[in-house]
């Protein structure tokens, strides 16, 4: 541990030593540990138990005029504190304050709204960059305007209403954060949460309950006060020392000696795994990104990269009662090991008496379902692209292309443009051998045909939506574009190359120069969370469970309750005396930054008695700065939760060093400015 993190990485990252024309031979490896930790706080594999996230449950449901159940959800981005570090709490951005997020679970057929709203602070409160976010539905054909595109940006005390049709054949699904230039800091702070959709077909088949696990593998870093650290070697990845599962170190799950079911979802940002058992045995792969594989895979070890979902069945009964058999990660090339990261999860076998309810209780299926893109021919095919992955001039390209291109060219660029239910092959080169891109298209599932003219893995024989193209690795990919018209992004799922700047995008039966009704951005915009978006309501129905299967016993599913009031636009006037119960009113000045001639920002909350008040009201914000005369900046709404923010861009022509915030119910705050 006596060397630096970065020479660690020089030493232990094999691509990164091709990159800076090093020469340190492999075997002076010694890289102990990424944290900077002290021992008593380093976490350590196998003490904790593995946690399955809550279940959330929709807020109602409702009917659309064609028939199909919709589900109304609610959740919030804000500020959590998890328990990974023995000792200590880490700060993280959760949906609804939790890492992972809460699951959404889903038949075929029922559509969902989900209501996203930002009560984030308005800046990272460890990395300084704004916080506005854009909510990905990973494994969904959604509507341009509600896949998450990465300038359809959502800032505090707003609200995104998210319409996700769940009409395609059930999967594994996540949703996850996906902001221009900050998917990955946003990611690895802790947006992200799996998402279930169910069907007959898969119900039929795989287990279900308890016995249907989602796993959420990711990796982290930490500062010796146990707050997450980041570092991504020059956009080129991060490789943390600690492995969450569910966002608990290396846990431990009791099992019954029967078949379960993982759905493992890779969310780390940089770093893939090879996944084996301890016991060599293999595992049945089931499913891959776009659901069931048409015939299932027994396999010993599997390369998963991020982004990627595989469903896999494990049979504990050939087990003896009282054996820990471990979920291990044999690595791959071009990731940074240190001393338990080959290392995942443990599975201790118990002597319970086994539910053998359910579908393949006992034995394993082996002839699944087909789908339409595993039966897609090349044939059908009436375009050949390629495309290439690459570093150039220290930016991560795609296709040559860089997101920002799209940006300035009003994201009319693209890479591609198919027509409506086109069917084509691409063709995705990584001619280096010192990286690896895991590559993610939005909107299709697509079939990998080959991998450097050979058939693709075992695994990967299912519908898929990110391909892991490995280093010096050609793959063809077959899809048919249908579904939605519109644009949509391609991108590198390793996230700090998706940031800068791995990313672009594609039209689907559209000019980008023509006016488009399902913009990204412009189609559906967000609206202030005390505020409803102007929709239709359909007729209402008394809330249900959106599946039909038992609970989960760990999870307890909880309901999100709407607003209790809608505060009117335009902020109340502040009253000449404060009343009674506005004296105990404590305004809080959380963020107060001026740039000059960039931007200014100030933001707050309103608290009486710690609880957020009812009724509407607003603060005005003066500058207080010493000598110079009190002006109003401006007067800004207190929103249903408590928050209220004022922004402006370039904002005052002098610079203001000092704020004071006036509310309506009485308080006031006082706060000096950030002026970088
Ligand atoms: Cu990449």
Known sequence: MSITRRQALQIGGVGIIGAFGLAVPLTSVDAKSASRLAPSNMPRPFQRTLEVPTVVAPTRTTVDPDGHKRHHYRIEQKLGSANIVPGLSTPILGYNGTFPGPTIKVNQGERITLMMDNILPLFHPQWGYRLDTSTHLHGSASLPQFDGYANDLTGLGFCKDYEYPNFQPARTLWYHDHAVHNTAQSVYSGLAGQYHMHDDVERSLLP???????????????????????????????????????????????VQRRIYRFRILNASIARSYRFSLSTGDPVTMVATDGGLMPTA?????????????????????????????????????????????????????TDEPVDTSGPAAKVMPTLLTPSGPMSLTPSQSVKSRHMRVKRDNDIWTIGGMTWDEVVESGYKKVLADPDLDDVEIWTIENSSGGWFHPVHIHLVDFQILSRNGRPPFAYERGPKDVVYVGEGETVRLLMKFEHHRGRYMIHCHNLPHEDHDMMAQFSVGIDTNDPDPNHPIEASKPHPINQTAPVEEPVEEPTDEPTTETPEPTASASATAEPTETA?????????????????????ITTARHRLNKDMDVAGTSR????????????????????????????????????????????????????????????????RMDTR
């Open 297 to 349: 895979q027994q396999v010993s070890s599997w390369r998963h990269s991020g982004g990627e979902r595989y469903e896999v069945l494990i049979d504990f009964s050939k087990y003896a009662a009282g054996r820990r058999v471990e979920l291990r990660n044999l690595s791959n090339d071009n990731n940074v090991d240190y001393d338990f990261t080959g290392k995942v999860m443990a599975f201790d076998v």
């Open 208 to 254: 279900q309950g308890k016995f249907d696990v989602p796993l959420t593998v990711s990796d982290a870093m930490f500062a010796a006060d146990g707050q997450l650290a980041y570092d991504d070697n020059t956009h080129s990845g991060l490789w943390g020392d600690v492995v969450l599962v569910n966002g608990a170190p290396w846990p431990v799950m009791k």
């Open 608 to 671: 009486i008695d710690g609880a957020v008040p009812t009724g509407s009201a607003s603060v005005k914000v003066y500058d207080v700065t010493p000598g110079r005369t009190e002006t109003l900046l401006g007067t800004v709404p207190i929103n249903s939760l408590g928050s209220w923010s004022l922004s402006a861009k370039p904002g005052p022509r002098q610079q203001v060093t000092s704020v004071r915030a006036v509310s309506s119910r009485g308080g006031t705050a006082t706060r």
């Open 568 to 588: 009117t636009a335009a902020p109340a006037e502040p009253t000449a005396t404060a009343t009674p119960t506005a004296t105990s009113d404590v305004l809080t």
